[in-house]
């Protein structure tokens, strides 16, 4: 792998490359409209006051690097706006960006990203299971950072794989809390000296939830802040590409190194489970045309509470109320909404059968159809 330079005259993206040089420049040298996703996890602006010690008298290996120090919050936040304002721009009309902070700089950042016209759909807690203690005893542990996930704008279809995520979960719905473990052990890259390549290493495990939960095979993704290379690496062995922008020349140099040893997990493992918005619709009509449920026939509730009968159109009659499966469903519950497909059943030999049985059986023989 080559680092590549800065270049406004680029014809096309530069996928699976580092480009050295500053973020905003590089990002504003980029086509409109190309990156699928954006990971960012941009300088936390610490402001810190001296060094930091444990009780052992130990010095604690900080960020008190020169990339995260600004003169003013003024100073930050005018970084932030270009930085976000060059993001937006890359990002395809349902591309989606994720944002990660700490207390010091993601309440601003998160300012910033509605002001320039981001579409927050949800702060994700993640909280740490081995997070570093607070040697001073002054305040509570910092056990969690946040990330701010937005679509570009509002009404965006950005991705989101959430029956890949409840996977993930062992089947339960995936929260916005996350506990998982900070960067440490062999994960943690270290430099020639033998020190941490990089103060703030993301673990493998948050970019790997990310990249699964909001990207598909084939997409491209964009880290503006590389460092030494997470969002690479982990974009590389799920058959994402990627585009890692990075001022500093040693992280660079790490990141090469690590990325070289990354290989591609094969095309059947890069499957993950399906999401139902995703799924081809199929209308009630069609299971009533094709004979699967005869007109007139009787559904019931699955907390066999009602029941309504089939008419030849595809609508339900029962206790009065006509409508689709979902009308009359939330109609008889008293539901705002329902989801006739799961709420109604049907009998045969006696028991119970969910429609929804029908419906994934016409999707099945669709999925067997030649394009």
């Keep these: 792998m080559k680092t590549k330079t800065t270049s406004k005259a680029a014809a096309k993206l530069p ?25 960012a996890d941009p300088p936390y602006n610490l402001q810190l006051k001296g060094e930091l010690h444990r009780p052992d008298n130990s010095r604690v290996d900080a960020v008190d ?114 506990v998982l473990p900070i960067c440490n052990g062999g994960e943690r890259l270290k430099d020639d000296n033998g020190d941490k390549a990089h103060p703030t290493q993301k673990p493998e495990s948050l970019l790997h939830r990310v990249l699964v939960g909001s990207t598909n095979p084939g997409d491209v993704v964009l880290d503006p802040f590389f460092g030494t290379g997470t969002t690479g690496a982990v974009a590389k062995k799920l058959g994402r590409e990627f585009i890692g922008i990075e001022r500093e020349e040693a992280y660079r140099k790490v990141a090469e190194k690590r990325l070289s040893k990354v290989r591609k997990f094969d095309k059947e ?9 995703a799924e081809p619709r ?52 008293g539901a705002p909404s329902c989801n006739g497909w799961t709420y109604w059943c049907f009998k045969r030999d006696g028991k119970r059968v969910p ?17």
């Design 65 to 178: 690097d020169a990339w995260d120090q600004f003169d003013s919050f003024a100073v930050y936040d005018r970084f932030t706006k270009d930085w976000l304002a060059a993001a937006r721009r890359l990002l395809k009309p349902n591309g989606a960006i994720w944002v990660i902070g700490s207390y010091h700089n993601i309440f601003r950042v998160g300012a910033a990203m509605q002001n320039e016209g981001f579409w927050i759909l949800n702060d994700v807690v993640w909280r740490k299971s081995n997070p570093m203690p607070n040697f001073r005893g002054m305040r509570f542990t910092n056990a969690h950072e946040t990330m701010i996930w937005a679509s570009k704008e509002e009404g965006a279809k950005y991705t989101f794989n959430y029956e890949a995520l409840k996977s993930l979960n062992e089947g339960v719905q995936m929260r916005s809390d996350w």
């Design 355 to 371: 429609i929804d049985l029908l419906r994934q059986q016409i999707r099945a023989e669709m999925a067997e159809r030649p394009n």
């Design 269 to 277: 493992s890069l499957e993950v489970s399906a999401s139902k918005r």
């Design 15 to 39: 996928l699976n490359q580092i480009i050295a040089g500053d973020c905003i420049d590089v990002m504003n040298s980029l086509p409109e409209a190309s990156v699928d996703l954006i990971f």
């Design 282 to 333: 199929v209308p009630f009509g069609q299971v009533v045309e094709r004979g699967m449920l005869r007109p007139g026939e009787e559904l019931y509730s699955m907390n066999n509470r009602h029941k309504a009968k089939v008419r030849a159109d595809g609508t339900l009659i029962g206790d009065d109320v006509k409508g689709s499966i979902h009308q009359v469903g939330a109609a008889l519950e």
